[in-house]
């Protein structure tokens, strides 16, 4: 009977230590989809963003005129679609937008609109913290060509 007991003793134990690995693997994939979902997130804004762009050369900011006020310009169209995302809370406050060129007058029919998204994502985990750090600066762009002129001097 002593000899059955050890047993059941080192399996409880092996278990315990295979659980603990498998259980920090386990956190870690879990950032890390986590991350690639943020990272999906504001790569789907900098697209929506850019194509509101694109169609509407003459509202890249909301100090561009009256028919630009919130949420008619592109950088409030990159900022709702952040917000609107499903299943991925972003903090707005923590994206950055950047839209080149971002004065209409320089943007006529084809120019290229590059909208740049740039989030700060925070690890949960402390494996992965440990590797990566606590936070993970995750970049995404879109670029689509105007289809309208964004200023009467264009050609």
């Known amino acids: 009977m002593g000899i059955m007991g050890r047993g059941r003793g080192q399996s409880l134990v092996e278990f315990a230590?295979?659980?603990?690995?498998?259980?920090?693997?386990?956190?870690?994939?879990?950032?890390?989809?986590r991350m690639y979902m943020a990272w999906v997130a504001i790569q789907d804004a900098a697209g929506e963003g850019a194509l509101y762009a694109a169609m509407n050369p003459r509202c890249i900011r909301a100090a561009n005129g009256p028919d630009c006020q919130t949420p008619n310009n592109a950088y409030d169209r990159?900022?709702?679609?952040?917000?609107?995302?499903?299943?991925?809370?972003?903090?707005?406050?923590?994206?950055t937008v950047v839209i080149t060129p971002d004065d209409p007058g320089q943007i006529c029919f084809g120019t290229p609109i590059t909208?740049?998204?740039?989030?700060?994502?925070?690890?949960?985990?402390p494996v992965m913290q440990a590797m990566?750090?606590?936070?993970?600066?995750?970049?995404?762009?879109?670029?689509?060509?105007?289809?309208?002129?964004?200023?009467?001097?264009?050609?």
Do not use: H, K
Request: net charge neutral; aromatic share 8%; hydrophobic share 45%.
């Open 78 to 95: 990159t900022f709702i679609a952040i917000r609107s995302t499903p299943g991925t809370p972003l903090d707005p406050d923590r994206v």
């Open 17 to 33: 230590l295979v659980a603990t690995v498998l259980l920090i693997l386990l956190t870690g994939v879990l950032d890390l989809g």
């Open 115 to 125: 909208v740049s998204t740039r989030y700060s994502f925070t690890m949960i985990t």
């Open 132 to 155: 990566f750090g606590p936070e993970v600066a995750l970049q995404a762009y879109a670029v689509q060509r105007a289809l309208n002129n964004g200023s009467s001097g264009c050609p």
